[in-house]
């Protein structure tokens, strides 16, 4: 998700980069919107509300004044994230057992859970509250979580762990070996079986580069199902991707019945980048998991600031084939710390999601609303309710 760290965008269907330099610019945004915006009556309006860049976790006064503005500003979906740099953001035993801390220590989540406080306040205010998964397999290089489990984690080809993301060295969970799996699935049951959460969100972290998966665990396991052949040095060959995305979504089986055993009506929700994007860079086959029955909900993050571009990704005919069985929402790039995206952007691609029928947005992120409330209560001066939702039944 965190997708202020990308400034080079790719567009895969055409197999061409696409350097983006400044990540707001866009051509001819005088292509003004309508003022008769067509407004849904159904409709998802969602907002991730993060502890980077931004202090709406950091407190209860602060939640109590988020939740409020939102709800007067008719948004009805609440994406807070709970896992993030190798932590957890509300008290977890789990955690506690794995890097020895059972919150991210930061002085405004201490003495307090902001999980349980974002619920109450959320509900109390009509909200839909979905927590976000979103650090997935990645954790910071120099994280507690990688330092004591080091044996955890992947590598490229070359031996180097290092996944340098802005300014930011990331590494990444194995999520072929038993325990990562099985930590994943932890710290899910955890959050379903202690909070009367209404879903759970995963997004582009839950998966793997692309070119990562050349530790010895993953080499002698792939050599363990090849009669001996280790694994292509290309990592982009195509039986070794759909080797290892084979193993992602055995992942996401195990985590979509962990969810279901504890608690039929949460909703399964994930927030992935388009397809192919999805697939080729990280490994993560969310259409075939649609397709089987184990996703919910579907967000797309198309942080575009290329009306073009943008519109390319909304025209893909998955979209449509999905939207048909599950709500199908957009991901909106509000805006980074200090850079707001302008609003007459944000006004056009909600419209052009509503123009294809879509079933609604999210954006990223809170802070980057900034002040101004007249803009967003413009896009949604009537409150709406949430697309219908029902309970997958995998094949």
Not at 272 to 278: E, G, K, Y
Not at 365 to 391: C, W
Request: aromatic share 12%; hydrophobic share 40%; net charge negative.
């Amino acid at each position: 998700m965190r997708l202020k760290h990308f400034w080079l965008l790719i567009l895969l269907g055409f197999g061409v980069a696409i350097a983006l330099l400044d990540p707001f610019y866009h051509p001819a945004i005088a292509q003004s919107v309508s003022e008769n915006i067509p407004v849904p009556r159904t409709e998802l309006r969602g907002v991730w509300l993060t502890n980077v860049d931004s202090d709406v976790l950091f407190s209860r006064d602060n939640l109590d004044k988020a939740t409020r503005r939102l709800r007067r500003l008719n948004f009805n979906t609440l994406y807070p994230t709970i896992w993030n740099e190798g932590y957890t953001l509300y008290p977890s035993l789990v955690a506690e057992e794995i890097v020895g801390q059972k919150v991210l220590p930061e002085p405004g989540l201490q003495n307090r859970d902001m999980l349980a406080e974002i619920l109450e306040l959320g509900h109390d205010q009509g909200f839909t509250v979905i927590p976000w998964f979103e650090f997935g397999l990645m954790a910071p290089a120099d994280s507690e979580l990688a330092r004591r489990h080091s044996d955890w984690l992947t590598q490229r080809r070359d031996g180097t762990q290092i996944d340098q993301q802005g300014i930011h060295p990331r590494v990444w969970l194995n999520p072929l070996r038993p325990e990562v799996q099985q930590l994943i699935v932890d710290l899910i049951s955890e959050v379903v079986a202690n909070y009367p959460i209404d879903g759970i969100q995963l997004d582009d972290h839950f998966g793997l580069p692309v070119d990562f998966g050349y530790d010895d665990y993953t080499i002698q396991l792939y050599q363990q199902e090849h009669q001996g052949q280790s694994p292509p040095d290309n990592s982009l060959d195509p039986e070794w991707v759909r080797w290892r995305a084979s193993y992602m979504t055995r992942l996401m089986v195990k985590v979509f019945f962990a969810i279901k055993n504890q608690n039929q009506d949460c909703i399964v929700s994930l927030a992935p980048n388009p397809r192919l994007f999805s697939y080729l860079r990280y490994l993560q086959d969310w259409f075939s998991w649609e397709r089987l029955g184990f996703v919910e909900e579907l967000i797309i993050q198309v942080y575009r600031s290329n009306i073009e571009l943008f519109q390319f990704e909304l025209n893909r005919p998955e979209l449509q084939l999905v939207r048909g069985r599950i709500p199908v929402g957009i991901g909106i790039l509000t805006g980074l710390k200090n850079r707001p995206v302008e609003m007459p952007l944000i006004q056009q691609q909600v419209q052009m999601v509503r123009d294809r029928q879509l079933d609604g947005v999210a954006f990223f992120f809170y802070e980057s609303l900034g002040d101004r409330d007249d803009d967003f209560q413009f896009l949604f001066p009537t409150s709406a309710d949430r697309p219908y939702f029902q309970k997958a039944n995998p094949s």
